[in-house]
């Protein structure tokens, strides 16, 4: 563990608050890099995906950026606009 991760932890265990905010900060930034790292392997830029879409690349990029309150009706759009199926856990 490195000098970061223990920090997050130390600050995990003393703020009940911090630990919330973090965790769902840290799923909506996972959400986001899942999204680039599937467009980038489908070999696609932001802007091809855009236009499938019907948006502009500063959608996409939003999206991949700042993935927050995204809708399932968009990751489900985004997906498909990249060949692929989105499949959820609920774990």
Known sequence: M?????????RKKKSPRFKKNFDKGYEQFKIG???????IE??????????KLQTKKSAISRIE????????????NYAQ????QLHLEVG
Not at 34 to 39: D, S, V
Not at 81 to 84: N, Q, R, V, W, Y
């Open 42 to 51: 489908a070999g696609y830029t932001q802007e091809q995906v855009a236009k």
């Open 2 to 10: 490195d000098d970061l991760d223990a920090y997050i932890e130390e």
């Open 81 to 84: 606009a990249l060949g692929k």
């Open 33 to 39: 890099i899942l999204l680039k790292q599937a467009r």
């Open 65 to 76: 950026n700042h993935a927050e309150d995204i809708r399932l009706s968009t990751l489900v």
